[in-house]
């Protein structure tokens, strides 16, 4: 049961605004001590297939490429192992103690609309259950991500899959974040779901047009943004500089992050480019 919970969990799993011309989900980097340009791609982790675009563009950039880097590993053999501990609830808590009375109007919506009995996932923190919603926004039966697609591929070209960060580090930023917080957003969630399904829909025709800075500004409009900004977006893009300078000195290399991390005043692009870089818009 919790190998099957831990896969559905997994499959949901800034500058100022740019100029018009810069507009675009793949970017090229290059300069200061790169041989061959890698590539920056901007995904969005949940995408009905109809909607799902792997355009010619990202083809070239994939084959080019020596080597596949996600957010994390998620070919890592070991992940499952490696996410249980830190997605399970700690002591006596269980996920009914912290909805209280609105535990009830939770697990209805769960077994009436993701087929989850919340008592067989008790013990799961709020966040690992919170990501099942999400696949409830998209307007489809079935959906499926740019990371799989990407993974995929690799295996097809006989290329590595890493990561910008370890499947634990990402785990701690999500649970650093209280789960009074995402209790909160789970049912603010259940309780205007219309709401929520048009604001995703919002989000999927900004990336759709490929415009980076709408994202991310409809990203901190969002309420599940406030007040984390820093765990869930600065602090990571900061982090994974100094990685991404280290990954492409010696090879090329094909780099996908979810795509409002390439926006806004501390975005992987912004600070690419103070770095020394050069990082340009590719026709897709």
């Not at 609105?102 to 087929?115: A, C, G, I, L, Q």
């Not at 290329?159 to 209790?183: A, R």
């Not at 759709?208 to 991310?216: R, T």
Request: hydrophobic residues 40%; proline residues 5%; negative net charge.
């Amino acid at each position: 049961m919790i190998k099957n919970f831990l896969a559905l969990f997994l499959s949901v799993l800034g500058i100022p605004a740019l100029k018009a011309q810069e507009k675009s989900l793949l970017w090229e980097i290059s300069g200061k001590e790169i041989q061959s340009p890698s590539y920056l791609y901007g995904t969005i982790h949940l995408v009905c297939e109809q909607d799902l675009n792997i355009s010619p563009g990202i083809i070239n950039a994939v084959k080019s490429s020596k080597v596949i880097y996600l957010e994390i590993d998620i070919d890592d053999p070991e992940m499952y192992t490696k996410m249980a501990p830190h997605m399970m609830l700690h002591g006596d808590t269980t996920l009914q103690m912290l909805f209280g009375d609105d535990y009830p109007k939770v697990s209805r919506f769960f077994s009436e609309n993701v087929s989850i009995n919340l008592e067989q996932v008790k013990k799961f923190r709020p966040f690992s259950i919170m990501s099942l919603i999400i696949s409830k926004l998209a307007n489809c039966k079935k959906t499926t991500s740019y990371e799989n697609i990407f993974s995929e591929m690799a295996k097809q070209q006989h290329k590595n899959v890493e990561g910008l960060e370890t499947v634990e580090s990402q785990l701690e930023m999500l649970n650093s974040i209280p789960d009074s917080s995402y209790c909160r957003q789970i049912l603010a969630t259940i309780e205007e779901l219309p709401k929520q399904k048009a604001s995703f829909s919002r989000l999927l025709d900004a990336y759709k047009k490929q415009d980076i800075d709408a994202l991310y500004q409809l990203g901190m409009e969002s309420p599940d943004m406030k007040g984390f900004e820093d765990i869930l977006l600065t602090r990571r893009n900061k982090n994974w500089i100094p990685v991404i300078e280290e990954i492409t000195k010696s090879q090329s290399a094909f780099i996908a992050v979810g795509a409002m991390h390439l926006g806004g005043p501390q975005g992987v692009i912004r600070l690419l480019r103070e770095a020394g870089y050069t990082v340009n818009p590719v026709i897709m």
